[in-house]
């Protein structure tokens, strides 16, 4: 029973565009959210998080909304650029305590095509 | 990546044939983890160590095993590889207080 979905195994977009990637979790206890960008023959990157306690968190192109009523969370991109190209990961954790290990679940990725 | 080095990074194996995937951090960090890639399924999580000397079963434990055996070092072990065993391994570290974890860049085995 997957925790956390990524509906959307591909999205194709044009560059300049808005990229919107999606996921939804099922676990109320999620309360910390992160995405992940990989590329082919790399090791996955962390390259946004969101609180639960935020609906928003922006940083240079790349935001993050955050909807905890409707449990999905959904990553922008804007503008769009061709070396986005790559496999998004969503994940979930539970909240943050100082000397926890709090490991995230991670849904099975999107992959994103921006063409020139 | 981050300070986490994998090795091997390319491995093919026959059937039954065992062997480690090593990885280790040149930082101090408790928690490590192994997580598989496989087309379609995502990041799976095999094994984690919160701490040196400690190790608790992921999501897909079966046929591996592992080991802590120092804060920096922290190895998957496959005894007897199989086909299903195929797949990309990434370790990864967590910084004490933080959610994000660092990956490594991977080891690509393959089981024939």
């Known amino acids: 029973d997957q925790q956390v979905k990524q509906n959307s195994p591909s999205l194709s977009v044009q560059e300049g565009r808005i990229s919107i990637l999606n996921c939804d979790y099922t676990?109320?206890?999620?309360?910390?959210f992160l995405w992940y960008k990989k590329y082919p023959a790399e090791g996955p990157t962390f390259l946004i998080s969101i609180s639960s306690i935020k609906d928003k968190n922006e940083d240079g192109r790349f935001t993050v909304f955050l909807n905890k009523s409707a449990k999905h969370l959904s990553l922008h991109i804007v503008p769009s650029q061709p070396g986005d190209s790559a496999v998004y990961f969503c994940?979930?954790?539970?909240?943050?305590?100082?000397?926890?290990?709090?490991?995230?679940?991670f849904g099975r990725g999107t992959s994103l095509i921006v063409h020139p | 990546n981050a300070g986490v080095t994998q090795t091997p990074k390319f491995q093919v194996l026959k059937t039954g044939q065992s062997m480690t995937l090593q990885c280790a951090q040149d930082m101090n960090h408790n928690s490590m983890y192994w997580y598989r890639q496989d087309p379609g399924m995502g990041l799976r999580l095999i094994y984690y160590?919160?701490?040196?000397?400690?190790?608790d079963k992921g999501e897909v434990p079966n046929g591996y095993n592992v080991s802590r055996l120092n804060k920096r070092e922290f190895s998957l072990r496959l005894e007897s590889a199989a086909p299903s065993q195929t797949s990309v391994y990434f370790c990864?570290?967590?910084?004490?207080?933080?959610?994000?974890?660092?990956f490594g860049e991977g080891s690509r085995l393959t089981v024939l």
């Open positions: 676990n109320s206890m999620f309360d910390y």
């Open positions: 994940a979930a954790m539970p909240r943050l305590i100082s000397g926890g290990s709090y490991i995230p679940t």
């Open positions: 990864a570290i967590q910084p004490s207080g933080l959610g994000e974890l660092f």
């Open positions: 160590s919160a701490s040196e000397g400690t190790t």
